[in-house]
């Protein structure tokens, strides 16, 4: 018979029976309170802001094991290259007038807070310090064990890109495209943490393409014409 092992004479689940139950909550809860919950509150960016990071920190509490951070001293270049490359891409865009003229085009695209506001507290805290505790701090390495790395990965970045349903109904993205979209961000954020060993170079990485998309485009519009600076 197997994935029964014999404990005092007692037939017993394997580790994945054992496993299977909380890895499947923990996906729910994570789909649910962002796709359901979340948007029912109907709230202000500042009320999601404090839910999404009160939310993350429970959510690592009750499923984690403790947050890794990483060992940046052994990979330097896995920590800083990626948030490196992604700021000088920007800054190249800033420089390139056709794609100076993009960028401009997502000023407007904007939360009803000021964007100083935006990027110093709203993206570090309800999307950075949420999202990575959540996915690469607690549901990857349950996943991994569960599934093993390698598919660990996958399953870790499908439920990422799954995570970002809601958020592209209300901004009128296409839902499809929205979730294959953060769903490869997932799989090259996952394979940091795991090539890093913790979630401070996905962090990294993921407050550089948030933060410089908020940035970015208001440095590219004409001056005057960038809303809530």
């Known amino acids: 018979m197997t994935g029964v092992a014999r404990t005092g004479g007692r037939a017993t689940g394997g580790p994945i029976a054992r496993r299977l139950p ?9 789909l649910l309170w962002h796709n359901v919950l979340l948007p029912r509150l109907n709230a202000g960016i500042r009320v999601r802001t404090v839910a999404s990071a009160a939310f993350a920190t429970g959510y690592a509490r009750a499923f984690g094991t403790g947050v890794r951070w990483g060992r940046p001293a052994r990979h330097p270049l896995a920590t800083f290259g990626p948030p490196a490359v992604v700021v000088a891409g920007y800054g190249v865009a800033l420089a390139v007038p056709a794609l100076r003229a993009r960028l401009a085009g997502f000023a407007s695209r904007a939360p009803e807070v000021s964007r100083a506001e935006w990027v110093a507290v709203h993206i570090p805290l ?3 310090y949420s999202e990575e505790l959540i996915f690469r701090g607690t549901l990857d390495p349950l996943l991994d064990e569960l ?4 598919l660990g990965l996958w399953l870790g970045a499908t439920t990422f890109g799954l995570w970002h349903i809601a958020p592209a109904r209300a901004a009128g993205d296409s839902v499809p495209a929205s979730v294959l979209g953060t769903g490869s961000s997932g799989l090259l954020l996952g394979w940091l943490a795991r090539r890093t060993g ?4 996905p962090a990294l990485l993921h407050l550089a393409v948030n933060g410089g998309g908020a940035l970015a485009p208001a440095l ?3 001056h005057g014409h960038s809303p809530r600076t």
């Open 198 to 201: 913790g979630i401070l170079a």
């Open 147 to 150: 599934a093993g790395p390698r």
């Open 22 to 30: 909380r890895v499947v909550v923990a996906v729910g809860v994570a």
């Open 126 to 128: 309800g999307t950075v």
């Open 220 to 222: 590219a519009a004409p």
